[in-house]
Nanobody, 121 residues
C-alpha cells in the first residue's frame, strides 16, 4: 500500500506565504511524476503544478512566478512553496503521485487526503 500525507495548510493573509509538504510512504519501486492540485466547493479539481522524476516542472498560469514545486527523492517528499498568496488561492490542496511498486509493474496514481489553504483579504 502507498500513502500520501499532506501538511502545511493554514489560514494566511493575502501576500503571505505557505509551504505545503507531501510525504509518500509504502511499497515504492519508482516515484514518477508528482504534483499538486486544488479544489474549491462546486468546482473541478485543477492542476497547480507538477514535477517529473527528472525535475522538470509545469505550472498553472494562475500561479506562475508565485509558486514553486520541488521534490526530495531521498525522502519521497514533494513540496509546494506558495508566495504572494491571493484570496483566490483558497482551496483544498491535494498531492498526487505516479508510483510503480515493483520492477516492470504498472504506474498507479495516488492521492493524498488534502490540506486546507485559506487566504484572507
Amino acid at each position: 500500500q502507498v500513502q500520501l500525507v499532506e501538511s502545511g495548510g493554514d489560514l494566511v493573509q493575502a501576500g503571505g506565504s505557505l509551504r505545503l509538504s507531501c510525504a509518500v510512504s509504502g511499497i515504492i519501486f519508482r516515484m514518477n511524476d508528482m504534483g499538486w492540485y486544488r479544489q474549491v466547493p462546486g468546482k473541478q479539481r485543477e492542476l497547480v503544478a507538477t514535477i517529473t522524476s527528472g525535475g522538470s516542472t509545469n505550472y498553472a498560469d494562475s500561479v506562475k512566478g508565485r509558486f514553486t514545486i520541488s521534490r526530495d527523492s531521498a525522502k519521497n517528499t514533494v513540496y509546494l512553496q506558495m508566495n504572494s498568496l491571493k484570496p483566490e488561492d483558497t482551496a483544498v490542496y491535494y498531492c498526487n503521485a505516479h508510483i510503480t511498486s515493483y520492477y516492470a509493474g504498472p504506474v498507479n496514481y495516488y492521492w493524498g487526503q488534502g490540506t486546507q489553504v485559506t487566504v484572507s483579504s
